[in-house]
C-alpha cells in the first residue's frame, strides 16, 4: 500500500541529499554524469520532477566522508538552499572505524538531525545494512544494530521518514552490490530509490529485478572471487588507510548548487548540456 504523498502539491521543491558514497552513488557507474556515478538519489529527483515539475536538486554527498566531514562541509551549504525534502546517511564510515565511540557518534548525529528538521523540510533517514563482506567484519554488527536502533528512535522523535535498509531482503542478493561488496550495484540503486519513492507517496514504476535464483558458486570460482577481490580492493583500501588518504578527498559534490531537474531527459541532459557549454567556452 502506498502512503498519502508527503511532498507539498506547490510552492518551492528543493531537495538536497547529504552524505557519503551511499548518496553520492557509487557502484552505480555513468561516466556521462558528475564524479562518474548516477545513484539512488538522482534517480529519485528525476521521479520527484516527473511527478511535480518544478523541483530543483541538489548532492552534496561525496565517498568516504566521516559524520563530522558531513556536518562541517555539507550542513551549512544545506541550509543555505533552504530544502523543502532532505536526504541524510552518515555515519557508515565512522561504524568501519573501530576507534569510534558510537554513543558519542550518535549523539553528534542527533544533532544534526535536529538541526535539518528545524527548517520544516521534509527529513529521510536510513538505517545500515548488513553486508555479508567477510566474516572478518562479523564483529561489527553489534554497532550496527546499535546505530539501527539508535536511528528508528530519532527518526520517530524529530518526526523523519524513515528507509529501514536493515529490513529490506532484497539485498541479500549479491546482484545487488558492486565488486567491492561495500557498495549497491546499479541494480541495488534502483531498487533503493524506488523505497524512498515508495515512502515519499512519489507515483514510479521501478520493479525490483526478476532474476533467477544466483548459481552457488563452486570452491575454485569463490577462492578466485576471493583472491581478486583482495587484489582489487581490500589491499588498496588499507593502503589509503596507511597513507591517510580516501577516494574522496579530490572529489567535489556532484550537484553543488540546486539544479532544476528536466522531466524529459533527467539529469544525463544537464549534464550532457554542461560539457558542450565547457568544450566550447
Known amino acids: 500500500m502506498v502512503p498519502e504523498p508527503l511532498l507539498p502539491d506547490s510552492g518551492r521543491r528543493v531537495f538536497v541529499a547529504l552524505g557519503d558514497s551511499f548518496t553520492e552513488g557509487v557502484g552505480d557507474r555513468d561516466e556521462r554524469l558528475p ?3 548516477r545513484g539512488w538519489a538522482d534517480r529519485v529527483a528525476e521521479k520527484l520532477a516527473k511527478a511535480q ?39 557508515g564510515n565512522d561504524i568501519l572505524d573501530l576507534k569510534t565511540d558510537m554513543t ?10 535536529a538541526l535539518l528538521a528545524d ?65 549497491m550495484s546499479k541494480a541495488g540503486h534502483k531498487y533503493l530509490a524506488g523505497q524512498v519513492l515508495d515512502q515519499l507517496g512519489v507515483p514510479h ?19 578466485r572471487q576471493q583472491r581478486h577481490w583482495i587484489r582489487d580492493w581490500v589491499l588498496p583500501l588499507f593502503g589509503r588507510k596507511l597513507r591517510g588518504v580516501t577516494l ?13 531537474v528536466p522531466r524529459k531527459g533527467g539529469l544525463k541532459k544537464l549534464a550532457a548540456a554542461a560539457s558542450a557549454g565547457a568544450e566550447t567556452s
Open 53 to 91: 515539475p518544478g523541483w530543483r536538486y541538489a548532492n552534496l554527498a561525496i565517498r568516504s566522508k566521516r559524520l563530522r566531514h558531513i556536518i562541517d562541509e555539507q550542513l551549512e551549504p544545506a541550509l543555505r538552499m533552504k530544502p523543502t525534502l532532505v536526504t541524510l546517511y552518515a555515519g
Open 104 to 113: 558519542a557518534l550518535m549523539a553528534e548525529y542527533e544533532k544534526l538531525v
Open 205 to 223: 514504476k521501478i520493479r525490483p529485478k526478476d532474476w533467477e535464483p544466483p548459481t552457488p558458486l563452486g570452491l575454485r570460482e569463490w577462492e
Open 248 to 260: 574522496g578527498d579530490e572529489l567535489a559534490p556532484r550537484w553543488p548548487e540546486p539544479v532544476k
Open 35 to 37: 564524479n562518474g556515478v
Open 119 to 183: 527548517t520544516g523540510a521534509t527529513l529521510v533517514l536510513f538505517t545500515d545494512f548488513d553486508v555479508k563482506v567477510s566474516s572478518l567484519l562479523e564483529p561489527l554488527k553489534k554497532r550496527n544494530s546499535f546505530y539501527n536502533r539508535q536511528v528508528r528512535d530519532i527518526a520517530e522523535k524529530y518526526g523523519a521518514v524513515l528507509v529501514d535498509y536493515w529490513c529490506l531482503d532484497a539485498f541479500h542478493d549479491r546482484r545487488m552490490w558492486d565488486s567491492d561488496r561495500l557498495h
